[in-house]
């Protein structure tokens, strides 16, 4: 073609070494991922085992519980369903990622929505069981319902973590 160079519509010749190292993608996020997914695991089996003793405390007693609002046993109950739910999602999860299965990303990413929406109100049953206990002239202890807000962060930034590009570019490369 008149005015450009010659060899203009060639393509450049390969390498002859090869293509350039690419290297693969790190899994720091995605076993960050994991690991917390299994410490939210066991949380809930440690939450499975305290709904438990909580509700038989609650049933053994004759005089504060008149005291405890009778919904707060459904609440318990409740919550022992849900961490069962959340031991199988979190621990299913941490294990298919470190597989490098992508279902693990839903898994864990479902259970940290799980835990935080059943956080939320687990905090505020908390914080309504110990206004009803104050009013009664009963101690229902330090802040209970507000600490479990700071238990959040926990599935909050395994949420992340999981969700983050490199979990993923490290899972399709396993």
Known sequence: MWGQP?????????NPYGDPYTPKPSGGTAIAAAVLSFLGGVSAIVG????IAVIAAISALTTEVDQIPGWYTGILVMQLIVDVVLAVLLIWGGVAVLRHKMIGRILIAAGCGVTIVFGIIGAI???AVESA?????????FGGGVLSFVGLIFPIGTAILVMLPS???WIKAG
Request: proline share 7%.
């Open 6 to 14: 010659a060899g203009a519509g060639v393509p450049y010749p390969q």
């Open 48 to 51: 499975i085992i305290a709904a």
């Open 133 to 141: 206990l104050s009013q009664n002239g009963v101690s229902g202890g």
């Open 125 to 127: 049953a908390g914080l």
């Open 167 to 169: 979990t993923a570019e």
